[in-house]
């Protein structure tokens, strides 16, 4: 056993704060480190709706408020400084002077953007990077998906279990996704693939309700009405510090055993950042709690299962 | 594909809940069975602190309401009856007379009472099942853990890194727990074991203040003044109805996969009935969602990875 064993928490997202918390409350000494502020992605998110425990429609930035407020009851102090250094020795040193015996890493990941007029105006009023969280808000409405990969169809099938009609805006002329996902998509009537276009513009007043489409073989223009815009184009996890110091997969996710121990022994990892079968708020808040149990049970030499 | 799956739920507590939203929302249908209400364990559940997103100190009363709005929401009413009969074929058959496609299980865990005088009494005013849940109300204060098994050595090893002072209630005059455990707890200057005894009463007025102790071999009597005793002596996942239909564990916890999916390829389980390494309502309500999922991809035939 080690006593005044000290972990950093990088991120201070949903994972990284339910992290804090449970370090806290296990009695761990740690520093959370957060260059850019309380929240992570839930600063681009309108409303929550599947979040249990929450009122259903809660704000993205009253939930962020939550979590600063949480922060604050349990008198937890924020390192205000981006972490874009890491080594691993026995132990962790941050940015060549911080030194701790662990690191929970809960750093996210960024959605790859179109940057195209109307993406960022209508987020989160139409423009959506997540079919599980804001697919039901479009139920029985018109909705497309931009992309063409494993991902893009996954959305697109599961929109269309939920919204009227769904279109696949790809801009090459076939997709890239599995074959078994290919088929699954030409047996649903309610989704049409749109080849060989892109989108050069979402439009509507107070809410998506058009998109404009471009073919980029002849160069025709037309516009589809709809309500909702899913962008599937592409997911970065903000891991680019931990490059050939832990196991990443092939984009650069984080792998873990299920207590969220990466290959490093006293590195662990939750939320987005880390390779995981269900990127939800709910499950970032999982993880972050079942890491920092994690590190306290390592840090501190013992073991508790309840 | 399968066009019309349909699930069935067991369990409202926050693992069930969770679940329904997320089927809800797929598009997936359902039924939810209840026999005793929504809300689970946390009808017992004085307050929630450590729930990331909710205001610390939550009453589980409150939280419970919120998981009644949320099904009243979503439009899902609850089949008020208990599931005793469970066979599984094809499809799933409950209490012979409903069938489904498929089944996840979130019917909980019920820890073991002491059945003393006082218990009941202050639960949730110094009384408590988890450590990890209710040891931060403690600290610096004196507490008990009651038990002598690896569980009760955990929590006492946890609550020492919080509390003042630590006594550890066992009616035997050794410990059941593994060595290491044992080695660990004696290495804690603030732990006191307290052998062959048993508690007899818990004491106080609005909340817990004493423990009414008898020596099982001399039959002495003593008490010790604290606030806070842990109930450390058991757990029982309420999983009687599955037996020799999907894999237990030698507890009757479900063991499952990653995705939540027990040895039978269409039942899920989620929260306090799988066997898992955190016992939280965050974790469960993850499981939930995971499960949730995970069925929606079996029964639809499509995989989603987001």
């Known amino acids: 056993m080690k006593e005044n064993s000290k972990i950093a928490i990088i991120g201070a997202g949903i994972a990284g704060v339910s992290a804090a918390v449970y370090a806290k409350r296990a009695g ?37 408020k939550s979590l600063i407020d949480t922060l604050s009851e349990l008198d937890i102090s924020l390192t205000n400084e981006v972490v874009n250094k890491v080594e691993l020795d026995k132990g962790v040193r941050i940015n060549s002077k911080y030194e701790f015996d662990g690191m929970i890493v809960a750093t996210g990941a960024s959605f790859k953007k179109l940057g195209i007029k109307g993406e960022a ?20 409405k018109d909705v497309a998906v931009i992309g063409g990969g494993n991902s893009a169809i996954e959305e697109a099938l599961y929109l269309s279990e939920i919204c009227n009609k769904v ?3 790809h801009r090459r002329n076939s997709l890239r996704g599995m074959q078994y996902l ?18 050069k513009e979402i439009t509507g007043s107070e809410a998506v309700e058009a998109i404009a ?54 590195l662990w990892a939750a939320g987005d950042c880390r390779k995981r079968p269900l990127r939800q708020l709910i499950t970032a808040a999982s993880e972050g709690a079942i890491a920092a149990i994690n590190a306290y049970k390592h840090l501190k030499g013992h073991y508790i299962s309840s």
Chains 1, 2 share one sequence.
């Open 28 to 64: 761990l000494d740690f520093s959370i480190f957060e260059g850019t502020g309380v929240g992570g992605q839930l600063l681009f998110v309108e409303k929550v709706d599947n979040y249990v425990g929450l009122v259903s429609g809660t704000k993205g930035s009253d939930l962020t």
């Open 121 to 140: 105006e209508f987020s989160g009023k139409g423009v959506s990077y997540c079919a599980i969280c804001d697919g039901f808000f479009f139920r029985k």
């Open 167 to 169: 279109y696949l805006i």
């Open 182 to 199: 290919q088929k699954e998509l030409l047996s649903k009537s309610n989704i049409e693939v749109v080849f060989d276009s892109v989108v």
């Open 213 to 266: 489409l471009e073919n980029v073989t002849d160069n025709s223009k037309k516009a589809i009405n709809l309500s909702g815009v899913f962008v599937a184009v592409g997911i970065n996890p903000n891991t680019e510090f931990l490059k050939d110091l832990v196991s990443l997969d092939e984009y650069g996710f984080i792998t873990t055993d299920n207590g969220m121990k990466s290959s490093c022994d006293f």
